[in-house]
């Protein structure tokens, strides 16, 4: 069984199709996916420009609740939790983050976590664990590290692969990182996320 960490931010929509990917790929594969989480806001501190457009701050919210749960309940539990946040819907933004502590049976007194920052530095060590593997360079969410075979960026993705289209991607992305002296390759300009229907 081959482990796959990943290292997601919760509000990033490229970065949920490709967590569905690594799902899917695990269904094709003997692949299990660990969560971790990381921070686009705890990435872009210090900048004068904010790539996120978040000059309120709302994207530490949900990244300090996954941070909780993830020091709490552990990684599985993340998991869950992260599923639940892009599959439950529902009406006040903070209400649809208790909703989703809910669905994925955790308490939904986690919600507190953020506004608060009791866990801005699990939340800072988790995104510096992140970029560590892929050698500190500035690279955004997702970062993927395979045990014992390569770590990396993405891939970003506007739809997600199933089935064997799901495994063939992660051989060839397996077989690019972890060629040795391998540094970056780019696909054409990036469409719109496409949605995933959860099975």
């Given at each position: 069984?081959?482990m796959?960490d990943?290292?997601?931010d919760?509000?990033?929509?490229?970065?949920w199709?490709?967590?569905?990917?690594?799902?899917?790929v695990g269904?094709?594969?003997?692949?299990?996916?660990?969560?971790?989480v990381?921070?686009?806001?705890?990435?872009?501190?210090g900048?004068?420009?904010d790539p996120?457009?978040?000059?309120e701050?709302?994207?530490w919210?949900p990244?300090?609740?996954?941070?909780?749960v993830r020091?709490?309940?552990g990684?599985?539990?993340?998991?869950?939790?992260?599923?639940?946040?892009?599959?439950?819907g529902?009406?006040?933004?903070?209400?649809?983050?208790q909703?989703?502590?809910e669905?994925a049976?955790?308490?939904?007194?986690?919600?507190?976590?953020g506004m608060?920052?009791?866990?801005?530095?699990?939340?800072?060590?988790?995104?510096?664990?992140?970029l560590e593997?892929v050698?500190?360079?500035?690279?955004?969410t997702?970062?993927?590290a395979?045990t014992?075979?390569a770590?990396?960026?993405?891939?970003?993705?506007?739809?997600?692969?199933?089935?064997?289209d799901?495994?063939?991607l992660?051989?060839?992305?397996?077989?690019?990182?972890?060629?040795?002296?391998?540094h970056?390759?780019?696909?054409?300009?990036?469409?719109?996320?496409?949605?995933?229907?959860?099975?």
């Amino acid at each position: 069984m081959m482990m796959a960490d990943m290292w997601f931010d919760p509000s990033c929509p490229y970065t949920w199709l490709t967590s569905r990917w690594l799902i899917e790929v695990g269904k094709v594969r003997a692949v299990e996916v660990l969560w971790h989480v990381m921070s686009l806001s705890v990435l872009n501190e210090g900048r004068e420009d904010d790539p996120e457009g978040d000059p309120e701050g709302y994207l530490w919210v949900p990244a300090r609740i996954c941070a909780a749960v993830r020091k709490t309940h552990g990684q599985e539990a993340l998991g869950r939790f992260y599923t639940a946040l892009w599959t439950t819907g529902g009406g006040d933004w903070l209400g649809d983050l208790q909703t989703a502590l809910e669905t994925a049976d955790l308490p939904q007194d986690l919600a507190e976590a953020g506004m608060g920052h009791d866990y801005d530095d699990e939340l800072r060590a988790s995104t510096a664990e992140a970029l560590e593997h892929v050698g500190g360079n500035q690279v955004g969410t997702p970062v993927v590290a395979v045990t014992g075979r390569a770590a990396f960026f993405g891939p970003v993705i506007s739809r997600v692969p199933t089935g064997e289209d799901a495994g063939r991607l992660w051989d060839g992305v397996l077989l690019v990182a972890g060629t040795p002296g391998f540094h970056e390759l780019k696909g054409g300009p990036p469409s719109q996320p496409q949605p995933y229907e959860t099975r």
